[in-house]
Every structure is written in C-alpha cells, then in structure tokens.
C-alpha cells in the first residue's frame, strides 16, 4: 500500500492526479498508520517531510493531524496526547523534548528539521521513566 502511494505520487504529473488530493490521501494515511500503530500498541515515528520546497515544521504536522482527528472523530490524536520532538537531530543544535499535542508550539524553539514520535499508550516502565527524565530535563 505504501509502496502504491508513493509510486502515485512520482507518477502524480504523467497520470494526470491533482496533487492536492493526493497530500490529502498522504495525510489521512499517515492518521490512519497513527491509529493502526495505537491499536497494536507500537510507537509511531514521523520523518517530516519537504511540502512545496520547505521542510515542514512539527507544529504543522500536529495542526494537519488534529484537523483530521476533528474529521473523522476517532481518538487518534488530541491536545492531551504526549509526542516526542527531535529538532535538528544530528545538528550541533539538536533537542529533544516530550511535550503534549497542545503545547508543541510553545516548545518549539528550532528551525526544522523536525520529526514527531508518538508514544505507544501502554508503555515499559523503563519507556515511562526515559520521559519522565526528558520532561523533567525539559522544565530545569
């Protein structure tokens, strides 16, 4: 299925496929990837991406996901969720910091990139203690 996706959208211009439906198809799939992870119990890791030359910005990606979750009403993601930010992982600059869905554009404090882990809601308890300690290192 991922594989049909991105060849659609190589081939998006010869196939004669408006390219804003397909960014919207993307868009529902990566919430529907979202939701199938949840119910498995699997964390989700979101690589973002470049949109119309820019990279997009985790704040972006979060607003895309709520107005997909106000769509289709399925507990996906909501302002209490926990996500995990990486901002300019690799860089000298790097940060990562736990933070939840409402609260990510306040904490974002680098240009992108950015990329989004959305924790498993039932986690390990060694999980649970990694963000205890990377949100008590985020408030000192």
Known sequence: MVAAAFICWA??????IDIALL???????????????????????????L???RMMRAEEAIRILLELEKRFGEGVIYPERLVIVGE?????????????VS???????????????????KLHFVEEEGL????RSAIE
């Open 11 to 16: 081939l998006a211009p010869e196939l004669n």
């Open 103 to 121: 609260e990510v554009q306040q904490m974002i404090k680098s240009e992108p990139p950015h990329i989004l882990l959305f924790p498993a809601r």
């Open 132 to 135: 205890q300690w990377l949100m």
């Open 23 to 49: 960014s919207s198809l993307f868009a529902l799939f990566t919430h529907w990837v979202l939701k199938a992870n949840d119910e498995q119990g699997l964390h989700t890791v979101m690589f973002l991406d």
């Open 88 to 100: 300019r992982l690799g860089c000298d600059d790097e940060r990562v910091f736990v933070s939840s």
């Open 51 to 53: 949109k119309d030359g």
